[in-house]
Nanobody, 118 residues
Framework: QVRLVESGGGLVQAGGSLRLSCAAS????????MGWYRQAPDKERELVAV???????NYADSVKGRFTVSRDNAKNTVSLQMNILKPEDTAVYYC????????????WGQGTQVTVSS
């Protein structure tokens, strides 16, 4: 069974930094996309940043220049370095991966809370 396990998150003041990490485990052939989504209270889940296995990245406009997504394909991990955090970055952050097993499917981590105080 494929699992995504996140670590990191917490409470930080505006302007500060946090780093999220996520590791995929289980039996699978490969990982296509891997990255992060977030969901703030009363809002829909939205893409934050995602990376292909080749290192091509895509970011939400709201985080460009502040967040950096990075993958380690050998370790099946993805990280999100978040700098210059703003109160509007407060949300539950979910690790996401598009993984090939006997089929190709989308998998999610359990979510980790990031709270930015003003």
């Amino acid at each position: 069974q494929v699992r995504l396990v996140e670590s990191g998150g917490g409470l930080v003041q505006a302007g500060g930094s946090l780093r999220l990490s996520c590791a995929a485990s289980g039996s699978f052939s490969s990982i296509n996309f891997m990255g992060w989504y977030r969901q703030a209270p009363d809002k829909e889940r939205e893409l934050v940043a995602v990376s292909t296995s080749g290192g091509v990245t895509n970011y939400a406009d709201s985080v460009k220049g502040r967040f950096t997504v990075s993958r380690d394909n050998a370790k099946n991990t993805v990280s999100l370095q978040m700098n210059i955090l703003k109160p509007e970055d407060t949300a539950v952050y979910y690790c996401y991966a598009n993984i090939v097993t006997t089929y190709t499917g989308n998998y999610w981590g359990q979510g980790t809370q990031v709270t930015v105080s003003s």
